[in-house]
């Protein structure tokens, strides 16, 4: 099973950037053949998808609630995938947990928590107004 480490949440104004990185460790030392998924559950609210990149990274799923302001990308030799968000609202303000799925798609991003076996501990992201 795939360890899988995140890192770069923090406490930012309303309109700011920050980029959160999700690192694999473990068994499996690559992500290759894994769809890679970010998701965030804000206090009283169900975990809700962010982002999903495909295999590949040819392709990726954005939610309706960040699409024009997040960018999902991976780099395979680092074993590494990152969550670009800009424009930064009080909304955004949750625990953003990375994910990985095994998948024999290369090009279809995993837009089911289901699909994901392997979680992160989570990074909280704080946005104030």
């Known amino acids: 099973q795939v360890q899988l480490v995140e890192s770069g949440g923090g406490l930012v104004q309303a309109g700011g950037s920050l980029r959160l990185s999700c690192a694999a460790s473990g068994r499996a030392l690559n992500l290759y053949g894994m769809g890679m998924g970010w998701f965030r559950q804000a206090p009283e609210k169900e975990r809700e998808i962010v982002a999903a990149i495909s295999w590949s990274g040819n392709n990726a799923f954005y939610g309706d609630s960040v699409k024009g302001r997040f960018t999902i990308s991976r780099d395979i030799g680092k074993n590494t995938v990152y969550l670009q968000m800009n424009s930064l609202k009080p909304e955004d303000t949750a625990v953003y947990y990375c994910?990985?799925?095994?998948?024999?798609?290369?090009?279809?991003?995993?837009?089911?928590?289901?699909?994901?076996?392997?979680w992160g501990q989570g990074t909280q992201v704080t946005v104030s107004s």
């Open positions: 994910a990985a799925g095994r998948t024999t798609s290369s090009g279809e991003p995993l837009t089911r928590e289901n699909r994901y076996n392997s």
